[in-house]
């Protein structure tokens, strides 16, 4: 018998209560709506006039693709229409998204990157959704502005969708990881996989080797370790350029994912808010590990909505090996 989303967190509401009560599905409900509008467009991306760039440069100095574009419009419409939402903060938007509601009403703060891994668009390789969510705090504690700029470990819900041979959302609402697939015949996310566990220790490492040369010594010398086999077992690289590609894989076989510091961003590429938090939610909640390189990635007191950080995650094994190295 079929489970899908709705119904899971129905489940999830009767187990747990808390934030997979209603208002918290109906909200869920207008993300999985979005990544379905955006699906829809990527699989037939080559046919009409999604592909290529788009003409503008985004906050982060990026020039932004068609589909960056069409995901956040498609997002933002989508989620500002849920009368629980006070604010979205986009990768693609330099300020927030804020919506006039009560307290009472507007609870949630919704932050994502529409579309992740843009450079891999134009040649069909997986891209994915990320999204991660804050409850807005009670005004004695802190304004719109600090509801938004809370550290990870204070995300509601965290999740993604990949986009790539079926579609996959996965989430944690901090009761384990849960997966879908896209059903296309009834276009419905259908349960695939419930507490997700990652594997205690991978094959794989997963980082731009072209930035190798760059990385301070402890990453070297770690990455060293897994070449030679000197980590327990021999590796192999795998490097999508998609994070929630690399990250998906990760979650599924183990193993290791680092975008470490180099000399060009010496304060790491990945966002906080919207790509480095809500995957290392979502890594702890199924036993892994997410660090800076220092400290836990969670634990990070944002300061600014499209901060950077050093994001280093994966299996146990893998992350408690790097600790090793940077300690050296
Ligand atoms: P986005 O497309 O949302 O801007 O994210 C791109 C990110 C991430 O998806 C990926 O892990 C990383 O950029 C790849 O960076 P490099 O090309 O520097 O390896
Ligand atoms: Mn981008
Ligand atoms: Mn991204
Ligand atoms: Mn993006």
């Known amino acids: 018998m079929i489970i899908t989303v709705q119904q899971h967190l129905q489940q999830q509401q009767q187990e747990f209560g808390s934030e997979a009560s209603g208002t ?3 909200l869920l409900s207008g993300i999985t709506l979005a990544t379905k509008i955006i699906e829809a467009k990527i699989r037939t991306a080559g046919l009409g006039d999604v592909l290529g760039a788009f003409g503008a440069e985004n906050v982060q100095g990026e020039q932004q693709q068609k589909l960056d574009v069409y995901a956040n419009q498609v997002m933002l419409h989508c989620l500002g229409l849920r009368d629980t939402v006070a604010a979205l903060v986009s990768e693609e938007d330099e300020e927030p998204v804020t919506f006039d509601r009560s307290p009472e009403t507007g609870k949630y703060i919704i932050i994502f990157d529409p579309l992740d ?3 891999n668009i134009d040649v069909n390789v997986n891209v994915g959704t990320i999204f991660s969510i804050h409850k807005r705090l009670p005004a004695a504690e802190g304004d719109l502005d600090a509801s938004i700029l809370q550290p990870g470990t204070k995300q509601v819900a965290a999740g993604y969708v ?3 041979p079926s579609t996959v959302f996965v989430y944690t609402a901090g009761n384990g990881v849960h997966s879908f697939t896209l059903d296309p015949t009834i276009g419905a996310f259908v349960t695939t996989q419930e507490n997700m566990k990652m594997p205690e220790q991978g094959q794989y490492y997963s980082v731009n080797e072209a930035n190798a040369s760059q990385f301070p010594a402890g990453y070297q010398e770690y990455l060293r370790q897994l ?3 000197e980590a327990g077992k021999a590796y192999s ?4 350029g998609s994070l929630v590609a690399d990250f998906h894989r990760t979650l599924l076989k183990g193993g290791v994912f680092l975008y470490p510091p180099t000399a060009k961003q010496p304060g790491g590429k990945l966002r906080l808010l919207y790509e480095a938090n809500p995957l290392a939610f979502i890594a702890e909640q199924a036993g892994g590990m997410a660090t800076n390189g220092t400290g836990r990635i969670l634990e ?6 499209h901060q950077r950080t050093p994001f280093m995650v994966g299996s146990r094994f893998e992350m408690e090996t790097l600790a090793k190295c940077l300690e050296a």
């Open 300 to 305: 990070i007191e944002p300061r600014g909505i």
């Open 117 to 119: 891994g843009s450079s």
């Open 237 to 240: 690289s795998r490097y999508i």
């Open 24 to 26: 918290f599905s109906y």
């Open 162 to 164: 990949v986009y790539g």
């Open 227 to 229: 070449r030679e086999g």
